[in-house]
C-alpha cells in the first residue's frame, strides 16, 4: 500500500474478502478491539482489519495479497503472550493486518500407533490435550493460558508451562509443520517421524520465530503414553541451594518419572495463603523454601516410589519436612498454591516481573545476589522467587514495599530489570526464559545476544523475508 | 585460489601453517590417505592440505583464510559417516582443504548440578560418555562409531543410535554450540539452558547441516542421571504388526524405563547365528520375528518391572515366547546379536542397504511392500530387516541370492533404492533417517524434498555461505 488513500484502503479491503470470505474478514472496529490489545492493557496496536482464513490456501492467498501491497502481517492465535507479540503497530511500520489463526481450528489425524497428533494452527491447546486423552495418550504441553491458547502460537513462541522437565519444550514436541513463507509460498514438512535427516531441519526456523518468518497453518507433534499413576509431594527445605542438592537425588532417586519440580518462597506461599480464599499452609512449621514435585508414570508405583524417596531424604536431613498428598484433591490443593502466586501477587500491590534461566548450578547464586540488587534499588519491597527449579527457569518477581506510591515504584522496573538481566547473563543465563522477545525485549536482545548472534538472526531475517512484512517491528527495531 | 599455479598453491599452505603450526598442518600424500578416503572405500577424494586447528582462534584464522582465497574447506571429524559427507572432492568444486576437528579435543566443563557437559567438537565420543559416567552422570547417545566418531559430527549429522527412543537423536541433546561461520566470524551460543527465548534458535541451522553452513568447534550438551538398573530382553512375536501393538503396550506397561525397542527378522538371527562364532538362538523355537527390549531407570527395579510385564503379555497372547537376561553378560549376548547383523550380512554376500524412516503405525506395511518389491526386482534376494522400531527407522538390506553375480546384484542397488525410497516416501517416511544426504543421497533430496523445501534450503545455503565454501558438492549438486 503505498499511499493511504481511502481508495486504496478499500481495494486492498475489498482483495481481502474476495480471499476470506466476508466470515473471514473483521473491519469492524468493536468486534478488532480485543484482536488490538494485550490481555494485562500493557499493549495497544491499531489494524487495517483482522483476517481469519479457513483453510491452508486462503491463508497462502492472503499472505500473497499482503505481500504485493506492502502490508504487514502480524499473526495472532489465543492473543494470550505476555511481550506484545501478537499486537499489531500500524505506526511506525506502515498498514498491518492482524492474520488470525482461529479459523484453522480442525484436528487433521490422531495417530495412535505412531504416537501423533496432525492438527491446524488455531486449535486451543485444552482441545488437543483432550482429543490426546480421549485416545488414551498424552500431549504434555501445559500452561496456565492452556484454556485460550493456541497450537500456532504455542510453536510461535516456543512455550514452556509446567511439563517441561519431562518432555521438554514445545520444539521438543513438534515432528512437522506447514507454513506459509513470506511470499505466499506453502511450505509442507508436515511429516510425523522421529528420525529424518535429509537436510536442513527448516521447521525449526519457524518454532520460537514469534511470527516473524512466515505464519504456521499446522503443525504434527509427539504424543506419549497416558500417565497412569502420578504422586504429588509438598516439601520444606532450608534454601534454593538445598532444593537444587534434593533435585539430583530426586533425579537418581525416583527416576525418569520426575515431571515436575518447583521452588516456592516462603514469601510467595504467604501472598497466596493470605490473599486466595480456600488456601493454607500445608505444613505445620514454617520453612524458608519449599518444592513441590511430581512423579507420572505410565506404568504403576509412582505414590510408594515418591514415599520411599521422601522417607530416605528426611532420615538423611537432605528435607525438613513434607507432605505427599493422598488424593487427587489433594494434589490439586497443593498446585493451587502454585498457580495462585500471580494471583496473589496482583492482590498485594504491583509487581516489576521477570522470566529468566540459569544454569540450575547457579540458581541459588542468581536468587541470593538478585535479592540483594531488589533491596538496594527498592529498599523495602517483597521479593517473590519462585518457577521451575529443574529448568533453570525462575520468575523472579518483586512487590511493591508497604507505603510506596505504585507509580514511584513501576518507575523502578526499568533499572531493576536491567540489573537483574545483566545478572542472569552474568550467571550464563537468559533475559527471557519462556515468554520471548515481541515488542518488549527488543532493546535486551539487541544488548545481550548481540555481535554475530543478532547479525545473523537478521541475516535470516532478511533472506526469508526481504521486505519485512511478518511481524514487523517485533524482535528488531523497527529501524532495521 | 583463482588459479592453480604452484606459486599460488605454495602461498597458500604456506599461509595456512602460519595460521595452524607445522603440527597442525598435512600436506604429505601417505598421511592424508586416511583423511580422502571413506571407511568403506565407497568414496576417495584429494585435498590441498588437512588443517588441524589446535583453538576455536586457530579454526576461524584458518576459515578466514580459504575464504580469502575461494578454497573449499571439508569439516572432518572420526571419518565414520556412511554417505561421503566429509570427503574432499577438489574438482569440479575447485581446490579443497580437509579442516579436522581431532586437535579439538578438550573438556571445557562438565556441571553435574547443571547436568551438562561442554566439550570441543573433536572430543570422541566415547571419551564424553566415560567423562559423563565419572561424575556419575550419563551421556546418552551411543551408536557403532563411538570409538572413534567425534562429536562435531555427531552434532553436523544429527547423530542417531540406539538410544534414541528415550533420550532423542544428537539435535536434542545439544543446549549450545561455537561455530565458525563461513566468512570466518565466531558464532558463540555455548549456553547451557533448558529454557531459553531469546530470538531466533541459531544453533539449530547447524545441527544436522553436515558441515555446508559452518564450522562446529564446540558444544554444550544435555547429561542424565546414570542408570541404575536395567533390564534386557528377547521376544518372539509373530509379525511386525504384532511387534508394533506390543510397542503401545510396553509403553504403557513399563513406562518411561523402556529405552530400546528393536526389531529383528528370523532372516537376520540365522545369518548372525550361522555366520558369527559364540551367537546362539536364545529361544528354544525359532519364530518369525523378535524384537530386543531394554530398560534402564535411575532408580531400581526395572527387571521386575521388565518381568511383570512380560508375563502378563505371554498370557494375554502379545507375545509367543521370551527370555529375561538374568545378568549383564546375558544381556550383552543378546546385544550381540543385535550388533552383528551387519557383520554376518557381509559374510553372506554383497547387500543393498537402506537407512529408512516411517511413522510407527505403518512399519508393517513398509516391511510387507518392501519385501514383494525386493523379490520382484531380485528374485532370490534374501530380505535382511531390522532396526528401532521405536523410533519408525528400519535398515531394509537386500542380501546377494545364492548364484547370482556379485556385480550383476550390486548393479541393482539403484533400481531398488529407487523402489523402496518411493515407497517409504509414499507412506509419510523418509529416504534418509539416520545417516544424511553427504554426496550419496543428492539426487533423493532434490526428488523428494524439492519444491518450497529444497529451495528454501538453497536460500539459506546462500544467506550463510554466499560463495559457498563450506563443504563444496555436499547435500546440494555441484552445478547449484
Partial sequence: MMDDSALRASEFLDGLAARVGTAGLTTDADTLEPHLTEWRGLYRGAALAMAAPASTAEAAAVVRWCAS????????GGNTGLVGGAIAHSSPQGPQIVLSASRLNR?????????????????????????????????????AAEGSCQL?????????GINVLRYGNMRDLVLGLEVILPDGEVLNVLRGLRKDNTGY????????????????TAATCKLFPLPRSRATAWLAVDSPAAAVQLYAAAQDGVGQ??????????????????????CRDPLAEAAPWYVLVELADSAPGAESRLTEFLAAQLSSGGLRDGVVAASDSQAQSLWRLRHNISEAQKLAGAGIKHDVSVPISRVAEF????????????????????GHLGDGNIHF???????????????????????????????GGSFSAEHGVGALKIADLARYRGGAE??????????????????????FAASD
Fill in 69 to 76: 501491497h506492502a502490508v504487514g502481517i502480524v499473526p495472532q
Fill in 107 to 143: 484436528i487433521i489425524d490422531l495417530d495412535r500407533d505412531n504416537y501423533t497428533l496432525t492438527a491446524q494452527a488455531g486449535c486451543v491447546l485444552a482441545q488437543l490435550q483432550a482429543a490426546a486423552a480421549q485416545s488414551d495418550r498424552l500431549f504434555p504441553l501445559s500452561l
Fill in 152 to 160: 500456532g502460537g504455542n510453536i510461535s513462541t516456543n512455550a514452556g
Fill in 201 to 216: 531441519d527448516l521447521k525449526q526456523l519457524f518454532i520460537g520465530a514469534e511470527g516473524s518468518l512466515g505464519f504456521i
Fill in 257 to 278: 518419572a520426575l515431571v515436575a519440580y518447583e521452588l516456592i518462597s516462603r514469601v510467595a506461599l504467604d501472598l497466596v495463603v493470605k490473599g486466595i480464599s480456600g
Fill in 367 to 386: 536468587i541470593e545476589r538478585g535479592t540483594r540488587v531488589a533491596h538496594e534499588l527498592v529498599p523495602g519491597s517483597l521479593v517473590v522467587a519462585f
Fill in 397 to 427: 518477581n518483586l512487590n511493591q514495599p508497604p507505603g510506596m506510591e505504585r507509580e514511584a515504584f513501576l518507575a523502578c522496573w526499568a533499572p531493576v530489570s536491567e540489573r537483574i538481566h545483566a545478572l542472569a547473563i552474568e550467571l
Fill in 454 to 475: 543478532l547479525a545473523l538472526m537478521r541475516r535470516i531475517k532478511r533472506a526469508l523475508d526481504p521486505h519485512g512484512i511478518m511481524n514487523p517491528g517485533k524482535l
